[in-house]
């Protein structure tokens, strides 16, 4: 038997973790959580993932930190970029998702994210 893909989440919104979660587990895949980009880089330095889906806008290290520290260390380590939008803003442009492609993200999604549209990333980049 394969063993399961890996795939590490880092957002601070523990409810968007669950529901990415939820649908990635659903699917055989193996599912790791961070709630910022500095716990992210601690789990990347200690494990090898599969895939990382990553938020844009976290406090501490940022997500665009996040995918310049993982660069340095582990650029194989393919990146999805997430993001909702500026805090306290409606989505004002793909700046940021355009920065983390830039700094070494496979792909950059908006979200919210949906569940087909998830599956699809993670199947062409994992499997």
């Known amino acids: 038997m394969m063993p399961k893909k890996q795939i590490l989440l880092v957002d601070d919104d523990c409810h968007i973790r669950e ?30 993932f599969d895939l990382v889906i990553a938020d844009i806008y976290m406090p501490g290290m940022d997500g665009i930190k996040f995918i310049e520290t993982l660069q340095e260390f582990s650029p194989e380590t393919r990146v999805v970029a997430i993001s909702g939008g500026e805090p306290c803003h409606f989505f004002k442009s793909s700046l940021q998702l355009n920065t983390a492609l830039y700094k070494g993200a496979v792909l950059s999604l908006k979200k919210p994210v949906k569940e087909d549209e998830l599956l699809g990333v993670v199947k062409k980049f994992v499997g």
């Open 19 to 48: 529901v990415l979660k939820l649908s990635l587990e659903r699917h055989g895949y193996k599912t790791f959580e961070a709630s910022n980009g500095s716990h992210a880089i601690e789990l990347c330095r200690s494990k090898t």
